[in-house]
């Protein structure tokens, strides 16, 4: 039976509401145009994207370091290699985590986990000053066109990392291209400073989709 997400759900959300699930929404949509059925999420959070996806009928694998969300894989993203015991899944989604952990350990998982799917997503925060424009003409699609400026200095707390700020957009878009292709790279409309990365492993040993 499926699983509807209730309001009730979504008393317990910050003032990142709005944030959070533009974050969400980018992930769902370009999920659902691949042809994929087994998922690793990296870090399940509120569970939203969890549950909406298993709703729609992927497999879905979970891996948090958080207990009480009763995750499929117990562990930090920081030790995730070792905990998967060579699985290897069509996509892992990996939205706003890698930052939580030293940048040099982030890039040694990521070029890892190459090894373990055909595609990754990667949510990161980049840190800029954003001007917003937003156009609707009836019967067309809302546009919206933005300008960022770099913003430095600006540590998020609890933050290891964050392009734009301590890391290069260079830096880090480099260090993926031995172990992977980039297929997406750009920052969201809904809100820019959620910079999307969709990469397809060149280490897999899957076949090609």
């Not at 974050?23 to 998922?39: A, M, P, S």
């Not at 430095?152 to 290891?160: A, S």
């Not at 990392?161 to 291209?177: A, C, P, Q, T, V």
Request: charged share 25%; hydrophobic share 35%; glycine share 4%.
């Amino acid at each position: 039976m499926k699983k509807r997400i209730k309001l009730g759900d979504l008393q317990n959300y910050d003032d990142d509401f709005e944030v959070n699930w533009s974050c969400y929404y980018e992930q769902i949509k370009l999920l659902k145009t691949l042809k994929i059925k087994n998922i690793l999420e990296l870090g399940c959070g509120r569970k939203v994207v969890t549950n909406y996806l298993r709703n729609l009928g992927y497999n879905l694998t979970t891996l948090d370091f958080d207990k009480n969300l009763q995750p499929d894989i117990l562990g930090n993203v920081s030790n995730c290699i070792s905990l998967l015991n060579g699985r290897k899944f069509d996509i892992i989604i990996a939205s706003h985590i890698f930052y939580y952990i030293p940048y040099d350990n982030a890039i040694s998982v990521i070029q890892e986990l190459s090894k373990h799917c055909r595609y990754i997503y990667i949510g990161l925060l980049h840190q800029s000053l954003s001007f917003q424009f937003t156009f609707k003409i009836p019967l067309f699609e809302i546009k919206r066109f933005n300008i960022n400026l770099p913003l430095f200095k600006l540590k998020t707390p609890n933050y290891e990392w964050e392009l734009g700020n301590n890391i290069s957009y260079k830096k880090f878009r480099s260090s993926l291209l031995d172990n992977y292709e980039i297929i997406i790279d750009k920052r969201s409309k809904i809100y820019p400073r959620n910079h999307i990365f969709l990469l397809r492993s060149k280490l897999s040993n899957l076949d090609s989709l």
